[in-house]
């Protein structure tokens, strides 16, 4: 009788720990899913903005999803007079923003918005 307890209790331990780790799984895969929508959501409402400038004007424009960069003279630590990039956000979404800005969304060479 003993014996036969051991072995389910055994098994009831090895179904909980699967089942944990199933959880687990899923959380992770979740918040990777959540990650990514808040992302296309900000790049959705997103814009080129003004990050290079030369004695004629910008002469590059980059794509900045909404929240990622501040526009306007009057913010402090903006070292243009068109506005600031928010570093925590792009942080954040680094790895996302990169695979945006190198294959959906390029960057403007020729000094014009591209959008």
């Not at 002469?59 to 306007?72: D, N, T």
């Amino acid at each position: 009788m003993n014996r036969h307890l051991q072995e389910n209790t055994d098994a009831g331990w090895r179904r909980n720990l699967t089942s944990a780790v199933r959880n687990v799984l899923f959380l992770i895969c979740l918040l990777i899913i959540l990650y990514v929508i808040v992302y296309i959501g900000f790049s959705m409402r997103g814009k080129y903005v003004p990050v290079a400038f030369d004695l004629r004007g910008i002469i590059l424009y980059e794509w900045a999803p909404r929240s990622f960069y501040q526009e306007g003279p009057h913010l402090a630590g903006s070292n243009n007079e068109y506005g600031k990039w928010n570093f925590s956000t792009r942080k954040i979404f680094y790895p996302l923003w990169y695979v945006d800005i190198h294959y959906f969304h390029k960057d403007s060479y020729d000094g014009k918005s591209p959008g």
